[in-house]
């Protein structure tokens, strides 16, 4: 499945942006699907991921209450609405899809990645 980041930029602290990441290839329904992000000189984290379903959803306690991981199987799209920004949200945004639920929690169990989408938050 081929996986392509849109919807970054640079947002006053404060600020939202809402993330889009559409797919192509294989039966997107059939996959789970993720946000990681990675800031300068840090790992890859996990940001958020929802279930193949749209059922299931779990965000990283850093965002909770922040941001909502979402999708539209009709779009074969996943968002990622993102709001009160902090500068320490700063990274770039990456998606991913995995078959398994638990493979999309870790970015060593991911089985598709898509190119990262800048995200900045000034002060």
């Known amino acids: 499945v081929q996986l392509q980041a849109s919807g970054g930029g640079l947002v006053q602290a404060g600020g939202s942006l809402r993330l889009s990441c559409a797919a192509s290839?294989?039966?997107?329904?059939?996959?789970?699907m993720a946000w990681f992000r990675q800031a300068p000189g840090k790992e890859r984290e996990f940001v958020a991921a929802?279930?193949?379903?749209?059922?299931?959803?779990d965000h990283a306690d850093s965002v909770k209450g922040r941001f909502t991981i979402s999708r539209d199987n009709a779009k074969n799209t996943v968002y990622l609405q993102m709001n009160s920004l902090k500068p320490e949200d700063t990274a770039v945004y990456y998606c991913?899809?995995?078959?398994?639920?638990?493979?999309?929690?870790?970015?060593?169990?991911?089985?598709?990645w898509g190119k990262g989408t800048q995200v900045t938050v000034s002060s």
């Open positions: 991913a899809a995995d078959k398994s639920y638990s493979g999309a929690l870790r970015r060593e169990g991911i089985d598709y």
């Open positions: 290839g294989r039966t997107f329904s059939a996959y789970n």
């Open positions: 929802i279930s193949w379903s749209g059922g299931r959803a």
